[in-house]
């Protein structure tokens, strides 16, 4: 979990113009490989947190093991926690949107099955209606069908510490490249699948987070 400081601090004891002490919210996605979404979502000024992990499947306890296996249902989330009066829910859905394909119900680049599918998982009726709009406006801005479904939120279960942050580890880790330091895993993994070509190629110029 990334947590910028001075923006966070500045959250908790900040003061509105008010007297009141600014509330942080939040909103869980799911868009593909959870270590990718965290990155993107970290770049943003006002986002103050996120976590990896696992929601919207019936299973207690997912682990990555299980939840990559299709069992349990559950989809690769993260879970971003925002300062409102610096970054709105809406700023943050239409960078959601044009940093995934949301035309792709099976998988999201290179990850296929249940666990890679893209949502937006909703806390209430105003996060539902903002979540509503935006995607309706970027269906029209694509000019294709979104099938991202709009899902209420439930429980939130914390991927476990090594997916955390993992684009910015410096722990030698192996892969297919062969022994390489962890954060560039990361790298050579996101170019290697394709994300950021493909939302270039949805997008355009509207797309967002391109490595």
């Not at 942080?24 to 006002?46: M, N, P, Q």
């Not at 119900?105 to 666990?115: E, L, V, W």
Request: aromatic share 12%.
């Amino acid at each position: 979990m990334k947590t910028q400081q001075f923006r966070g601090l500045a959250l908790a004891v900040g003061l509105s113009i008010w007297g009141m002490a600014a509330a942080a919210e939040s909103i869980t996605v799911a868009g593909g490989c959870f270590w990718c979404v965290e990155s993107d979502f970290d770049s943003v000024s006002g986002v103050t947190s996120t976590v990896s992990g696992y929601t919207g499947g019936t299973s207690d306890n997912p682990t990555y093991k299980a939840v990559s296996a299709g069992r349990g249902g559950h989809y690769e989330a993260v879970k971003i926690e925002f300062d409102p009066s610096t970054v709105s829910l809406r700023t943050l859905l239409d960078k959601y949107w044009r940093s995934v394909d949301p035309t792709d119900a099976n998988g999201q680049f290179c990850d296929r099955g249940p666990s890679y599918r893209t949502a937006l998982f909703v806390d209430g009726e105003r996060q539902r209606a903002t979540a509503e709009a935006s995607k309706a406006a970027a269906a029209k801005a694509l000019g294709m069908e979104i099938v991202t479904p709009i899902i209420d939120a439930g429980k939130f279960y914390r991927a476990e510490d090594r997916h955390q942050d993992y684009y910015l580890g410096d722990k030698t880790v192996i892969t297919r490249f062969g022994f390489i330091r962890q954060s560039e895993a990361y790298k050579r993994y996101r170019e290697a699948c394709g994300r950021d070509k493909r939302v270039k190629q949805l997008w355009g110029s509207q797309a967002a987070f391109l490595h």
